[in-house]
């Protein structure tokens, strides 16, 4: 908007320098006529070249920004939606919210088809199994169908009938002794951060934001084993697509993490470590291939800061600043040739994941807070 307000400005005062010079021609004698249109019609060549330089110039760093024209907008949440996931067939879309809702949506027509409501805190994470069986849903409550449980409560529901099939928790007294520092807390006494089934649906993982990973058997009785890391240095961020490796980040004050780690799962060892440009490092994630891991940091404030990583090499890639706030979700697109993100800012931007340049900026023009993004 702003470049085409210049070149109109532009092409203005273009007609009016243009139209000056030849009213002063005209008051001049008829032997200068003819040096004074000269000089006239070069003034306005050198302008209009001055011009097409411009434009060359500035649509090479010129990134289109467009208001988003949306395909549909589904309504049926009461408050604030937290996190979204698609199955991979792109049949449904299943959304969590502050209402304390889960919603299954038909994703090719946007009708509601179902409602779950059996958690009493926020719905911050939701996942659909690889093979489009299940739905995990993780708050931090008292689950109404959880017994003796009261934090950490994740839903496990059936897809096709929307129906519970287990409350998923930890037990209450599982960090009555764990001395933990109290500015890694959000606002939660202890929330879920990520959800995540292993490749087959045969089991499903749970890392709590102080940074603990419990797994689940889906097939054996749901037994469950835990690793914890309370006793080191370091706390759990993230579970690769393959469940072979884990990221992690160092356990310290006033959330500033100087680097992450990729530890094996299978033998608990650390395998490579990044070193952060920016200390603040708030989320990691794994592309698709698993060839390129992603960082979301920058200052404390702002953390707007988005960082591609080879995983062979441990080398950073590229650093991708396009936000104006904190971004609160990005997502790999199947292919892994392009990069979503959103925030605080109200700014969904689509990059390029190979060159790390920023394709298109979209804006719903609401002044609101953008919290989860995911492609088809």
């Not at 049926?76 to 199955?87: E, F, S």
């Not at 470590?273 to 891991?293: A, C, E, M």
């Not at 298109?360 to 995911?374: A, C, M, R």
Request: aromatic share 10%.
């Amino acid at each position: 908007m702003n470049q085409r307000i210049y070149i109109l400005s532009t092409l203005l005062f273009l007609q009016l320098e243009r139209t000056s010079d030849w009213a002063s021609c005209r008051t001049k004698q008829s032997v200068d006529q003819h040096r004074c249109k000269q000089r006239a019609l070069f003034t306005i060549k050198m302008k209009i070249l001055q011009l097409v330089i411009l434009i060359i110039i500035s649509s090479s760093y010129y990134v289109k920004s467009q208001v988003t024209d949306f395909e549909k907008i589904l309504r049926g949440h009461k408050a604030t939606v937290l996190c979204l996931d698609i199955d991979t067939r792109g049949t449904y879309l299943c959304s969590g919210s502050y209402d304390t809702d889960i919603i299954l949506w038909d994703y090719k027509s946007g009708d509601l088809l179902k409602k779950y409501s059996g958690h009493s805190e926020a719905i911050r994470k939701i996942k659909i199994s690889p093979d489009n069986k299940y739905i995990a849903c993780g708050a931090v409550d008292n689950n109404i169908n959880a017994r003796g449980s009261t934090i950490n409560c994740v839903s496990l529901l059936d897809l096709a009938s929307f129906e519970l099939l287990k409350s998923l928790s930890i037990e209450p007294d599982r960090y009555k002794s764990l001395g933990f520092i109290q500015e890694l807390d959000d606002s939660t006494a202890n929330g879920v951060s990520k959800i995540s089934f292993n490749p087959s649906s045969t089991k499903l993982a749970v890392i709590t934001k102080r940074g603990d990973l419990f797994i689940w058997d889906l097939i054996n009785a749901y037994k469950r084993s835990e690793y914890w890391l309370g006793n080191t240095k370091h706390k759990l961020k993230n579970i690769s697509p393959d469940w072979n490796y884990l990221v992690c980040s160092e356990r310290k004050r006033g959330m500033v993490d100087s680097c992450f780690f990729l530890m094996s799962l299978e033998k608990k060892k650390i395998v490579a470590t990044f070193n952060s440009p920016r200390k603040t490092v708030i989320g990691v994630f794994f592309s698709n291939d698993l060839k390129t891991i992603v960082s979301i940091g920058g200052d404390r404030i702002k953390r707007n800061e988005i960082y591609l990583w080879d995983i062979k090499t441990n080398k950073l890639k590229h650093s991708m600043i396009g936000h104006d706030n904190v971004i609160r979700s990005i997502d790999f697109s199947s292919n892994d040739k392009y990069l979503v993100s959103v925030g605080e800012d109200t700014l969904i931007n689509l990059w390029n994941a190979i060159t790390g340049k920023l394709i298109t900026t979209f804006t719903e023009d609401n002044s609101k807070e953008l919290t989860s993004v995911h492609f088809s």
